[in-house]
């Protein structure tokens, strides 16, 4: 066994030990306390100009980078050409970059003002880190370079930069689009505008100060107010909204003249106080419905008995299936035995809103066993069955894969007051797995024996573009209470449509299922007129 004396082994200087090093990493330490980049310079050219300069580790490097990013320039006039003296060092000593090592210096880089090329070399820096250095760039390793470009309002370099992060896997946020949206607003390049409205919606559900300062700019352009269809086939527009969720089209800038933005609220009902358009309440689009109930069904095919699952999807299916637009899903209505009297009020609650027609309920068959051991239980349980409105998932499954399955696959609302917060949602890893529960899921509470049915929202707080063109963007509103949320209303002031008019087919029956609403003009049943509206746009058979 080697002796301590005789192994080449490297050990790490003790905490508190004597030498170059160390007493550099101090300075450096007191240095970021302090946010002292100029003393931290004097530290690190003092360490390395004598005969016996230290091999810096990694970290002192990136606290000097760290430091130059933010450094007052009254104190040190030029920090970019600090850190490339410091980079240059660094790989002279044969240390390794790290992705913080290439963002910091990409960040002073771009802050160089007396630069011309600053921000250009800055790209280079981030879009070349992982064929030199083998690392990945983040998302803070572009938002720099971005934020130079469009300082110097130079939108295609800019667009290079979104193509980059899109090449990379790297998903902006709200200040990259924000970044994007002003820079093409400079550049009055409108389809882009578009392209990064829609971009902004599916990133975020409401927009802070910055943002809606932005957007307000382009609207209230003259080149906003060029651009757009007079005329266009209000069949098609309608379709793409329901294909798209019921909250956008994507299918370009629609209607004539000048713009009104104004920042209005919204009723409990959706309606904008301003331009009297009625909110969608939006769902995930047609495309994602199907990956959705793809991935659920493929987790449980994993983790269920197959031929247990392989026939449930074929019973959800069967004709004796309630009407497949208008089901309604019953699951976990207790969270041990079930009462059967409260399970009788939600079922018999959800038959009185759909005009008699039954829900699927689902539940374990071990619950089902303790039910049937009582006459009462029994005779409810055979009434249900008889009509086709239980299923029975089998022993030794987890009925959760059964009735979330059912509830995607057939579009349709879930009541439950299972908050899906366990292992098998979390491994869904679906983004859209919130918008999905808060359009479907519907909670419950007894009151004097009675179900009450808490239903979803009437309408999302989430960007929105009406079938008539019009936009709403929904405001940040720290106090969580809608009533006091401020949107921008952005609507034609144009001949194509009134100010104030709501158009007619931004409205849909509010009882109506989700699947009604979220289908193409061919899977539609015929409605009634009449009574309140909410939801989401639809054609009048």
């Known amino acids: 066994m080697a002796t301590a004396a005789s192994s080449p082994a490297r050990r790490r200087p003790r905490r508190g030990s004597k030498g170059p090093n160390s007493d550099l990493s101090?300075?450096?330490?007191?240095?970021?306390?302090?946010?002292?980049?100029?003393?931290?310079?004097?530290?690190?050219?003092?360490?390395?100009?004598?005969?016996?300069a230290p091999r810096l580790l990694a970290h002192q490097y990136n606290q000097l980078f760290h430091l130059l990013a933010t450094a007052d320039t009254a104190s040190l006039p030029n920090p970019a050409d600090a850190a490339r003296r410091i980079f240059s060092h660094m790989l002279d000593s044969g240390a390794s970059p790290s992705e913080a090592t290439i963002t910091s210096l990409a960040r002073v880089t771009a802050s160089d003002a007396s630069n011309p090329a600053a921000a250009d070399e800055a790209f280079d820096l981030v879009a070349t880190m992982r064929e030199k250095y083998g690392?990945?760039?983040?998302?803070?390793?572009?938002?720099?370079?971005?934020?130079?470009?469009?300082?110097?309002?130079?939108?295609g370099k800019a667009y290079a930069v979104d193509a980059h992060m899109e090449a990379s896997a790297v998903a902006p946020e709200e200040p990259e689009i924000a970044a994007l949206l002003d820079v093409s607003t400079k550049a009055g390049d409108a389809d882009k505008v578009y392209e990064y409205m829609h971009k902004l919606s599916r990133t975020v559900d409401c927009v802070g100060e910055e943002t809606a300062e932005v957007l307000e700019a382009w609207f209230r352009s003259c080149k906003a107010a060029m651009v757009g269809k007079a005329e266009w086939d209000a069949c098609k527009v309608k379709d793409a909204i329901v294909a798209n969720g019921g909250g956008c089209?994507?299918?370009?800038?629609l209607g004539a003249g000048p713009w009104t933005v104004q920042r209005v609220r919204?009723?409990?009902?959706?309606?904008?106080?301003?331009?009297?358009?009625?909110?969608?309440?939006?769902?995930?689009?047609?495309?994602?419905?199907?990956?959705?109930?793809?991935?659920?069904?493929?987790l449980a095919l994993q983790r269920?008995?197959?031929?247990n699952f392989s026939q449930f999807q074929v019973h959800i299916l069967c004709p004796f299936v309630v009407d497949l637009n208008a089901a309604v899903y019953l699951s976990n209505v207790c969270t041990v035995v079930p009462c059967p009297e409260q399970l009788d009020a939600v079922v018999t609650e959800l038959r009185d809103r759909y005009n008699g027609k039954w829900p699927l309920v689902v539940l374990h068959n071990k619950r089902i066993a303790k039910l049937m051991e009582n006459a009462s239980n029994r005779h409810l349980i055979e009434t249900w069955r008889a009509n086709g409105a239980l299923y029975t998932s089998p022993i030794g499954s987890n009925d959760d894969w059964y009735w979330l399955y059912a509830a995607i696959r057939?579009?349709?609302?879930?009541?439950?007051?299972?908050?899906?917060?366990?292992?098998?949602?979390?491994?869904?890893?679906?983004?859209?797995?919130?918008?999905?529960?808060?359009?479907?899921?519907?909670?419950?509470?007894?009151?004097?024996?009675?179900?009450?049915?808490?239903?979803?929202?009437?309408?999302s707080s989430e960007i929105q573009e009406s079938e008539m063109g019009s936009w709403h963007v929904p405001m940040e509103e720290k106090s969580g209470d809608e009533r006091t949320r401020i949107w921008l209303c952005i609507d034609r002031t144009g001949p194509c449509k009134q100010p104030h008019e709501a158009p007619a087919a931004n409205e849909v029956v509010q009882d109506i299922s989700p699947t009604e609403a979220s289908y193409g003009c061919e899977q539609r049943r015929p409605e009634h007129n009449?009574?309140?509206?909410?939801?989401?746009?639809?054609?009048?058979?």
């Open 26 to 52: 101090r300075t450096l330490t007191d240095c970021t306390r302090r946010g002292d980049a100029a003393a931290a310079m004097a530290a690190f050219d003092s360490a390395v100009s004598g005969p016996d």
């Open 135 to 155: 690392v990945a760039p983040r998302l803070r390793s572009y938002s720099p370079v971005l934020a130079a470009f469009r300082r110097a309002g130079e939108a």
């Open 249 to 253: 089209h994507r299918l370009g800038w």
């Open 266 to 298: 919204v009723g409990g009902d959706g309606q904008c106080e301003w331009c009297g358009c009625r909110l969608a309440c939006v769902d995930i689009d047609v495309e994602e419905t199907q990956r959705f109930a793809d991935s659920v069904a493929g």
């Open 304 to 307: 269920e008995t197959k031929i």
């Open 410 to 459: 057939l579009n349709c609302l879930l009541v439950t007051n299972d908050e899906m917060r366990d292992h098998i949602f979390e491994l869904l890893g679906s983004s859209f797995f919130p918008k999905w529960k808060q359009r479907h899921q519907v909670k419950y509470t007894f009151s004097k024996g009675k179900a009450v049915l808490m239903m979803p929202p009437p309408y």
């Open 530 to 541: 009449g009574g309140s509206v909410t939801g989401k746009r639809k054609d009048r058979n």
